[in-house]
């Protein structure tokens, strides 16, 4: 084989597959990254929470504190139910990016694998 046809080949191999490939990879590790930030923002988001109501458990010394902690477990129960949905639309949202991102590769890669497939003929 002639340096020319080893050239040619690495060229091809690289258009229709190490190229696609590592931009894939890098696309599905931000993605990976950005779940794992978000999970992570959210797990301590929540221990936070647990941990405040923990203490104010702490407190109650009397009947009366006793109800005055129950009724703040409601304020506590509808924040956690909004942060639960709001964590649940981001991890939506990163999901449709990393979808619309990974369709937008793959027509990328269509297009020059057309492209170079017309140029050898």
């Keep these: 084989m002639t340096n020319q046809t080893v050239n040619q080949i690495n060229e091809q191999f690289e258009t229709f597959f ?18 794992v930030n978000a999970q992570g923002e959210a797990t301590k988001a929540y221990t936070d929470v647990s941990l405040q109501q923990l203490r104010k458990a702490l407190e109650i010394k009397a009947p009366q504190d006793v109800q005055g902690y129950i009724q703040s477990q409601q304020d506590v129960a509808k924040e956690l139910g909004e942060r639960v949905k709001g964590d649940a639309e981001k991890v ?3 999901n449709r990016q990393f979808a619309d991102e990974a369709q937008k590769l793959t027509q990328q890669n269509v297009q020059a694998a057309s492209k170079a497939a017309g140029s050898a003929k």
């Design 18 to 35: 190490g190229g696609p490939a590592r931009a894939f990879a890098e696309l599905t590790i931000s993605h990976v990254e950005a779940l």
């Design 92 to 94: 939506v949202a990163l």
